[in-house]
Every structure is written in C-alpha cells, then in structure tokens.
C-alpha cells in the first residue's frame, strides 16, 4: 500500500508540504496507541529522517505512547548531543539503543538451498534472521521506518528493509548479507535497486517480518544549484512497490556519470559526522569508478579518529588492513577471527582499490604509522589542504594553480560519481548474472 509518493529530479519539497503528506499517512493509519519509529543514526545527518522524526513525534505524542530506535546497525551509540542536533526537542528517555550482538531475538532462518537460490549460487551458507527484539515484543500499532534512498556499496541502493535487517539486525545477518555484498562486487551494484543482498532481505520481509506492521517514509535528497542539500522527492508505503519508485528517482538524482575518468579524485568528510574509517570509507566506494588506472583518491577527514566502530573491527582492520580481495580471501581460510567477523572482513574488501589506484588519507586525528599499517598512504591534513582546500574547492572539476586537473566531492555519502563506460560496463555484469 501507498501512502503517499510525490517528488522528481527538479523538486523542492518544503516542510509544510511534508508535515501535510505525513498527516495524511498517519490519517489512514487510524488509531495509533504505541508507535516505535525506526530513524538512522548520526552518519545520515542529511537525510532529512531527523526533521521527518521530530514530526512524526510532535503528532503523535499527545495521545501515542512513542519508542525511538536509530537504526545504529554496526555503527556507534548516537552521543547526547548528536540526538540533540538530529532530534531537537525529543526527551532522551524515549531513545532506545540497538546493540547489534546481544539484543536479538531469532525470527526465523534461510536454508543454505535458498541462500544459493536468492544469490544466483554465490554462497551456500544458512543465514538466521535475528532483529532487535524491541520490534516483535513491543506490541506496536505501526513501525514506522524512516531513511533516504542513496546509492550504496553492499546493496546496491540503501534503505528500504534494510533498515529493519540491518539497522536493527543481529550478527549472522550483517555479516553474511556484507560478505554476499562484498563478495558479488560494490562496483557491480551500486546505484541499482536489484541486488543478491536485496533479494535475501526481501526473502525475509515477505517471509519472517510480514506479521509486523512496518510502513516506511523514504527520501530522496539532491543539491540545488546553490550545493545545499533539498528533498527532491518523498514517499511512504508498506511494501516493495514504494521502494522501487523511490529508488527509480534516486537514480537520476542521486548518480553522477562522467564522460571521463580522473587521474585524482578528492573527497572531503564532514569531520561531525566521520569518526570512523568504517564509515569514511564511503569516499573509496561512491568515487572509485571515477578514478583512472593508476589515479589517486585523495581523502580530506579531519574528525576521523579510528578504523573500526567497535574494538574487535576496529582491531582486525588495524591487524589486516585493506589489501587486494583475492589476499583477503585467502586470509579468510586461514584466520578464524576473519570468519567470525564477515562484516569486517567485507569493509576491507569494498574498500580495497585492488591495486589499480592509490588512497590517501589527509588525517588529522591519525597517525602516518596508523594509516601506513593498514596499506594507505597518509598525509598530513592541515598540510595537504594548503593545497587542497575544500573551502576553496568546487563541486566536480577543478584547474588548480599549477594546471593540475582534479575531481572534486564535498559529500561523497550522498551519490556515486563514475565515468560513464566504467558505470555501463558494471551495469552489464549485472543484468547478465556474471561474477566481477
């Protein structure tokens, strides 16, 4: 069922006409008693779910009873004052917190027979679908899931379900629906809305979750010519059919293909929102199709301070690094610590540029030592800024001062840039079945 679906590549979206969708959405939801909102975490500061979250708390607090999950997913606890700048005005004790290890209950499993099947025969493994108990004990009137469609490295374009079996899955389904991702190829999937991990979560909403009331509000954000970030379009339904024409406008807003490739790409992380290489990673995966053989990414983040978001990932990055896929594999067979942490070991994968350009890290948190040690090249951040300074920096291609030509992207978790016969090429391994 549609609620509601407005928006195209040239919208503007307000807020008024927002509040009046979403008032209509709860309308034909009828009487809503308790209501758990599913938002994501810090790292999608600029979706647009935090001001969707306040209003939907607005409306329904005079006579719902309110829970808030952010979807952490992997990802760290939202500090006070991120909850404070995402979700202003909204008490803290009404915030609950996924813990993707120990806060679970099992809702059903997939045969190693069907994983093969939704994989087109890329792995055999069984795989638990475990979520936050929260979701199936708490006797809810609506869940409802809120998040922006953008593409993405480990399904091909993000949110949807995955809010629900990643945001607040457990263990065995992030790591194994990672490992598939990681395994099928980021560059294969990314900016289309099929995906063998889209089919396994899709497997699960049809199968496992069905009896639970999910509606979801998804956006679809873009820049306007003066590079500040609007909603181009918004909807909100309970099933795929919403998803696909989100997805379906995401695509033309949120992909950027150029008629050539770069011999250096610069990317810049917002230093409040990337903490974390786990994260900042996004910078490898949105821009690697634009970047030539032999280029170079350049990456400017002042506020990343670790590799992983928890000790052991960040202890296994640390101890194996981002090398070449076929290494990390064979690492696989050898290491137990590498089995048991599939997550991990597919953030190292996706983010590996398989020896065909160099990543260099402009740090200012991190030490040469640290970032040489996991096979990254390290510049000093207020150094490489004298040079490439993001505030003088615009958006695409720049000439600098001594005629070299680069790429510049401010935000590189909101698209994908890639040169156009790169993008094409992938598509085609895609609808053809084969493996990268």
Known sequence: MIYFSKGNANSAIDNNCISDLIDQMLKKMGNLNRVLILPPDFTRYHSFAG?????????????????????????????????????????????????????????????????????????????????????????????????????????GIANFNKNIFIGAGGKDIIDKTHFIGALYGTEKMMGHAGSPVRNVLNYMSENMTAHLPISYILTVRGFNKNR???????????????????????????ITLLDKEYKKVIAFLDPEEFKSTWVGTKAICRTRMAIADGGELIILC???????????????????????????????????????????????????????????????????????????????????IKKYDPAALRE?????????????????????????????????????????
Not at 79 to 84: F, M, R, S
Not at 347 to 353: D, G, V
Not at 423 to 435: A, I, P, V, W
């Open 228 to 254: 500040q970030i609007v909603t181009r379009g918004i909807y909100a339904g309970n099933d795929e059919e919403i998803y696909l024409k989100a997805a379906s406008l995401c695509q033309e807003v949120n």
């Open 302 to 384: 002042p506020g990343i301070n670790t590799f992983g978001e928890d000790p052991v990932n960040d202890r296994i990055i640390r101890e194996y690094g981002y090398q070449p896929i076929a290494k990390l594999l064979k690492l696989l067979q050898e290491n137990d610590d590498l089995a048991a942490n599939l997550a991990t070991l597919s953030a190292l994968m996706i983010s590996s540029p398989e020896n065909r350009f160099k990543i260099t890290y402009g740090a200012k948190k991190l030490s040469r030592q640290e970032i040489e040690s996991v096979h990254c090249n390290y510049a000093n951040y207020d150094e490489i």
């Open 396 to 436: 695409g291609e720049n000439i600098m001062p001594d005629g070299e030509e680069i790429f510049y992207v401010s935000n590189p978790a909101q698209g994908l840039w890639a040169e156009i016969q790169r993008f094409r090429r992938n598509e085609q391994n895609l609808l053809s079945g084969e493996r990268m």
């Open 51 to 155: 001001e969707i979250t306040c209003m939907l708390y607005e409306k329904l607090k005079k006579n719902s009873h309110i829970e808030i999950m952010p979807a952490l997913g992997t990802h760290l606890p939202m500090t006070e004052e991120e909850l404070d700048r995402m979700y202003p005005g909204i008490p803290h004790d009404i915030f609950r917190r996924h813990d993707w290890k120990n806060d679970v209950v099992r809702i059903g499993a997939i045969s190693e027979t069907k994983i093969k099947e939704l994989t087109n025969g890329l792995v055999d493994f069984p795989l638990n679908c475990e979520i936050n108990k929260t979701l199936v004990e708490g006797r809810w009137d609506q869940i409802i899931s809120v998040g922006q469609l953008v593409p993405h490295e480990l399904i």
